[in-house]
């Protein structure tokens, strides 16, 4: 008898479908019908599955870290009883960006055990890609991201997208107000603000000017800047003028799809349609977490939910980058 031909141990490919309690007790029945096959300890075993999620105990492990384990053991299965000791390998070197592109280091990465969406930008990624985790930031009102593509893993911040620019300002005025934005990324934002000049006649920048801003994202892209911080207010200009842009080669379709969304959802949070109650909620990131769960035309990012953590580069005070953590 194999072990994930017993439906009641894990059914095939519903890890999705699964969380909480449910989820960590087939995660445990699949560690011991798996240490039963290649005939390990299955305290050994969840020890090899430690040491690839890089965590301290099984306690640590939260709902994306179990659904990924889940897969991984059930391809441990499929290739017999010598492989999973390779499977349930951490990968212990990543190269990383420096300068101002530099991004956290990943608590966990390993290779895909099926294809699946990062959990930040929502792009598919494929059987045997590189995936990770990256540090919790503890702190509220952040919540974990789940397993993170390459580019948005290492690479989002040294070679941002225009979508990897408009993530940051949901997730920052999701969590807050006010975003922070690095010389690349501003360099980003810059091109796409004035590609089209007449952009610059459009109501959203008659009513609140950007010529000021053009200057400190020039001034920030030309300087390499790490951080350069723009106001709640100019971020919604900045996005009410975007939506007015033609299309352009430059902008892809997954930048007119987080583009819509994002308009979309500060719209909610603006009018509050679902009537979250804010006796309750508030008005600030639990208000907001609440309407982005309630609205009526779900998207790429009320899915993925939030806020995230998108980590902001710090400086000691002679201008040097700060290692993050």
């Known amino acids: 008898m194999t072990l994930f031909g017993v439906e009641e141990v894990l059914p095939g490919g519903n890890e999705a479908e699964l969380a909480g309690a449910d989820l960590r007790e087939h995660v445990t029945k699949a ?17 090899r599955v430690l040491k690839m999620l890089n965590l301290p105990g099984q306690k640590d492990a939260d709902d994306h870290d179990l659904r990924e384990v889940l897969r991984k053991l059930r391809v441990c299965e499929q290739e017999g009883r010598g492989a999973y000791r390779v499977r349930l390998r951490r990968v212990t070197r990543v190269d990383r960006p420096g300068g101002i592109g530099l991004l956290p280091r990943p608590r966990s990465v390993k290779a895909a055990s099926a294809a699946g969406n990062c959990g930040l930008c929502g792009d598919g990624y494929a059987v045997g890609d590189l995936i990770g985790r ?9 919540v974990p991201t789940g397993w993170l593509c390459w580019h948005c893993l290492v690479e989002r911040r040294q070679q ?59 001034s920030s892209a030309t300087d390499g800047k790490p951080i350069t911080w723009l106001s709640g207010q100019t971020a919604h200009t900045i996005v009410a ?20 969304a994002l308009v979309q959802h500060l719209a909610e949070w603006a009018t509050n349609p679902a009537d979250v109650p804010r006796s309750r909620y508030g008005t600030g990131w639990r208000f907001r977490q609440q309407a982005l769960s ?29 290692e993050p953590s």
Not at 294 to 306: D, I, K, M, Y
């Open 31 to 47: 560690v011991d019908g798996l240490s039963a096959v290649v005939g390990e300890d299955p305290q050994a075993l969840w020890g």
């Open 134 to 142: 990256t540090p919790w930031a503890e702190e509220l009102p952040y």
């Open 160 to 218: 941002p997208r225009r979508r990897d620019v408009v993530l940051r300002v949901f997730h920052a005025l999701f969590a807050g107000d006010g975003v922070g934005l690095n010389g690349l990324e501003c360099r980003v934002l810059l091109e796409w603000l004035t590609e089209e000049p007449e952009l610059a006649n459009s109501k959203p920048w008659t009513a609140d000017p950007l010529d000021n801003t053009l200057v400190r994202l020039r």
């Open 241 to 260: 003028v975007l939506q007015e842009a033609p299309a352009s080669p430059a902008t892809t379709a997954q930048d007119d799809e987080l583009l819509s």
């Open 294 to 322: 309630l609205t009526e035309h779900p998207t790429v990012l009320s899915q993925l939910s939030g806020p995230f953590f998108l980590y902001q580069c710090k400086t000691t005070s002679t201008g040097q980058l700060v």
